[in-house]
């Protein structure tokens, strides 16, 4: 069936969801969303943090696409399912912010909010918020009362203190500094009287703060600076997730390639732990588990064995190639973006094009080949299987994709012949003994080469999948 003979009903109508979003937490414990595991993790970390001593900073280290935002999310609704308060800040998101304490006291603000029937709490919390424009960047208080509307309830003295701080009045630099000095001494005093909002049985206060590594490194630094200098409080512990690696570089980036990112790290973080990287199937599934992907297989007569083929088979190329975690969501992006394209009435195996998408991306030289000469075929299934095919052990369900992949350079108009193709497969499985686990998939490779199926023409559907391959790939997946 030609690529240009269906017309645009064909097509899904759905957008595609690219983003992976949050999982949707809910108010459950063990949570549902909690797919790969991470309840134990959490419920021992739990006790640690809310009965430490403090202030304190601990830093959840994982590559990306660790799965930092989700544990984190999953760790708060474990900290609600206890009665305990726990504050969220995304830093990437705020870091257009002139000073990152402002998004800090926001965060704040909404929770102490909530305490209108605890006057001195309210009262406590509405001192430190005076005394923000004496601790705040000067450039960016007009830019605070504009965007709050006066929501922050900045004090007049310190509104004049602001004004002298950014040139319309020229003052003393030690008075301006002594001020600086007072207002922090202030502030720190009153939200430690605000902490008291806290349940009786919850010592600390968990702040999370998330994405800081996706954050301009300027912006990260200033959110380092400011949790160590301006809330370093008792009954104050900030959790930061991040890419301990990819922060320490955002650093060098400021400071020089010679400046030592990691060790200037260690100034503000106390605690470090490193997120337990999750079994690779395991992710694997979670990530084929996106909705777009699960409309596509449920509608195909085979989806239900699909999917597990899908799974299966990634999971062993994965680990043919080392891929990260980063490297399976960039690959399970592009083949939903390929899935999306494709009509509904196409009949292309979604494990044939993970295969064709990692081929061109570990040898794009044997690939073009391939895309051009269907006699290769063998030589991109011993590159696959890395190893002689006559001696390496056949993954499940590799027979069958062996199988597409050799009948797809079939074209009755062209006259092509696979004999020369299938005929060392045929030798082979008449060479193993008929217990050896090679055989069942040496059947269905044959078998399906041999297959006639009148109705389908490979042959189109090669040089579609190839288009689109070749397409999708021109696409830089963003992180």
Same mark, same amino acid.
Not at 173 to 185: I, M
């Given at each position: 069936?030609?690529?240009?003979?269906?017309?645009?009903?064909?097509?899904?109508?759905?957008?595609?969801?690219?983003?992976?979003?949050?999982?949707?937490?809910?108010?459950?414990?063990?949570?549902?969303?909690?797919?790969?595991?991470?309840?134990?993790? $959490?419920?021992?970390?739990?006790?640690?943090?809310?009965?430490?001593?403090?202030?304190?900073?601990?830093?959840?280290?994982?590559?990306?696409?660790?799965?930092?935002?989700?544990?984190?999310?999953?760790?708060?609704?474990?900290?609600?399912?206890?009665?305990?308060?726990?504050?969220?800040?995304?830093?990437?998101?705020?870091?257009?912010?002139?000073?990152?304490?402002?998004?800090?006291?926001?965060?704040?603000?909404?929770?102490?909010?909530?305490?209108?029937?605890?006057?001195?709490?309210?009262?406590?919390?509405?001192?430190?918020?005076?005394?923000?424009?004496?601790?705040?960047?000067?450039?960016?208080?007009?830019?605070?009362?504009?965007?709050?509307?006066?929501?922050?309830?900045?004090?007049?003295?310190?509104?004049?203190?602001?004004?002298?701080?950014?040139?319309?009045?020229?003052?003393?630099?030690?008075?301006?500094?002594?001020?600086?000095?007072?207002?922090?001494?202030?502030?720190?005093?009153?939200?430690?009287?605000?902490?008291?909002?806290?349940?009786?049985?919850?010592?600390?206060?968990?702040?999370?703060?998330?994405?800081?590594?996706?954050?301009?490194?300027?912006?990260?630094?200033?959110?380092?600076?400011? $949790?160590?200098?301006?809330?370093?409080?008792?009954?104050?512990?900030?959790?930061?997730?991040?890419?301990?690696?990819?922060?320490?570089?955002? $650093?060098?980036?400021?400071?020089?390639?010679?400046?030592?990112?990691?060790?200037?790290?260690?100034?503000?973080?106390?605690?470090?732990?490193?997120?337990?990287?999750?079994?690779?199937?395991?992710?694997?599934?979670?990530?084929?588990?996106?909705?777009?992907?699960?409309?596509?297989?449920?509608?195909?007569?085979?989806?239900?064995?699909?999917?597990?083929?899908?799974?299966?088979?990634?999971?062993?190329?994965?680990?043919?190639?080392?891929?990260?975690?980063?490297?399976?969501?960039?690959?399970?992006?592009?083949?939903?973006?390929?899935?999306?394209?494709?009509?509904?009435?196409?009949?292309?195996?979604?494990?044939?094009?993970?295969?064709?998408?990692?081929?061109?991306?570990?040898?794009?030289?044997?690939?073009?080949?391939?895309?051009?000469?269907?006699?290769?075929?063998?030589?991109?299934?011993?590159?696959?299987?890395?190893?002689?095919?006559?001696?390496?052990?056949?993954?499940?369900?590799?027979?069958?994709?062996?199988?597409?992949?050799?009948?797809?350079?079939?074209?009755?108009?062209?006259?092509?012949?696979?004999?020369?193709?299938?005929?060392?497969?045929?030798?082979?499985?008449?060479?193993?003994?008929?217990?050896?686990?090679?055989?069942?998939?040496?059947?269905?490779?044959?078998?399906?080469?041999?297959?006639?199926?009148?109705?389908?023409?490979?042959?189109?559907?090669?040089?579609?999948?190839?288009?689109?391959?070749?397409?999708?790939?021109?696409?830089?997946?963003?992180?």
């Amino acid at each position: 069936m030609s690529d240009n003979s269906v017309n645009s009903n064909d097509y899904p109508k759905k957008l595609i969801p690219l983003r992976i979003n949050p999982p949707n937490v809910h108010d459950e414990w063990p949570c549902a969303a909690d797919k790969l595991d991470r309840s134990k993790e $959490i419920e021992n970390l739990t006790p640690v943090l809310l009965n430490v001593e403090a202030p304190l900073v601990f830093a959840i280290d994982a590559p990306w696409g660790g799965g930092k935002t989700t544990f984190i999310k999953l760790w708060q609704q474990f900290l609600k399912y206890e009665g305990k308060e726990s504050l969220y800040l995304n830093a990437w998101e705020s870091d257009f912010a002139e000073d990152p304490l402002l998004p800090m006291l926001s965060v704040l603000d909404d929770w102490l909010a909530t305490q209108s029937g605890k006057p001195a709490i309210k009262e406590a919390w509405n001192k430190a918020k005076e005394c923000a424009p004496g601790i705040i960047k000067a450039t960016a208080v007009a830019a605070v009362k504009a965007a709050t509307f006066g929501a922050l309830d900045l004090g007049k003295e310190y509104e004049k203190l602001a004004s002298d701080l950014t040139g319309d009045a020229v003052g003393s630099l030690v008075d301006s500094f002594n001020v600086k000095q007072k207002s922090l001494a202030k502030f720190k005093h009153q939200l430690s009287v605000a902490l008291d909002a806290l349940p009786e049985d919850q010592a600390n206060l968990i702040i999370f703060v998330d994405e800081l590594d996706r954050c301009k490194p300027t912006y990260a630094i200033e959110v380092l600076e400011r $949790i160590k200098h301006l809330f370093d409080i008792d009954r104050l512990v900030f959790v930061l997730a991040v890419n301990r690696d990819q922060l320490s570089k955002s $650093i060098q980036g400021v400071y020089g390639p010679s400046f030592d990112g990691l060790n200037y790290l260690k100034r503000f973080i106390d605690l470090d732990y490193s997120l337990r990287i999750p079994d690779r199937k395991a992710y694997i599934r979670v990530k084929l588990q996106q909705q777009d992907l699960q409309n596509h297989f449920a509608k195909r007569l085979e989806g239900r064995n699909e999917i597990e083929t899908v799974v299966n088979m990634l999971f062993w190329l994965c680990g043919r190639f080392d891929y990260t975690l980063r490297d399976i969501d960039q690959l399970i992006t592009r083949l939903r973006l390929i899935i999306r394209s494709i009509n509904k009435r196409q009949d292309l195996y979604a494990v044939v094009l993970l295969c064709m998408l990692v081929l061109r991306q570990e040898d794009n030289a044997l690939y073009q080949r391939f895309k051009l000469d269907v006699s290769c075929t063998n030589d991109v299934i011993a590159f696959l299987l890395e190893g002689d095919i006559k001696t390496t052990p056949l993954p499940k369900s590799f027979g069958t994709i062996c199988g597409w992949l050799i009948k797809s350079g079939y074209d009755e108009d062209r006259n092509i012949d696979l004999d020369p193709i299938i005929a060392p497969w045929e030798q082979l499985k008449d060479e193993l003994a008929q217990n050896d686990p090679r055989q069942r998939e040496l059947t269905n490779l044959i078998q399906f080469v041999r297959s006639i199926d009148s109705w389908r023409n490979y042959s189109d559907l090669r040089g579609m999948a190839f288009n689109r391959i070749e397409l999708i790939s021109q696409i830089d997946i963003a992180d």
